[in-house]
């Protein structure tokens, strides 16, 4: 009699378990899904701070391809458009310099999710590093950035279509 109650117990916890752990994996997949940021992306960088003067104020123009590995992600840049101090000046072709990216998704239950991008852009003349934060919105993502060219940080923001603009 003591059998049958235990191993009835041990059926009904592990069928228990069992429920629980495919609730679980359908709330994460449905209701809470990583956000889809693989794909084309146009992305602006405005310098705010920056230790050589010259920069203030500058806006740089990306375009970025990215791809989603689970958390992981992976992608490259190239530069579209420049505006600074010296004048107004868009990439074409050869001009463009390009980067590689890396980074990965924080996926946050209770507040926006957030994606970090490490950038190393071959520029004219050096490699630069280049940091971004994120928080993600539907189909744009802004935050902050810093470089290591000239200390500079300031405010971006990526979108999926082409500024208007550019």
Known sequence: MIFDSF??????????????????FWAREKLFPLPNISGRWYFEAKTINTSYNPYSGMVLRYVAMLWRED???HGTIEK???KSSA???????KARTRGIVDGYVQKNYFSSDKVYLHIIENGHGRESTHFYELRVATNELSGT???MVAETDGI???QRNC???S
């Open 145 to 147: 950035f810093s470089s």
């Open 7 to 24: 191993l009835s117990d041990v059926l009904a916890t592990l069928l228990g378990g069992v429920v629980l752990a495919l609730m679980f």
């Open 163 to 165: 500024f208007k603009d």
């Open 80 to 82: 579209i458009h420049e």
């Open 71 to 73: 958390q992981i992600i």
């Open 156 to 158: 971006t923001i990526w």
């Open 87 to 93: 004048g107004e000046c868009s990439y074409v072709g």
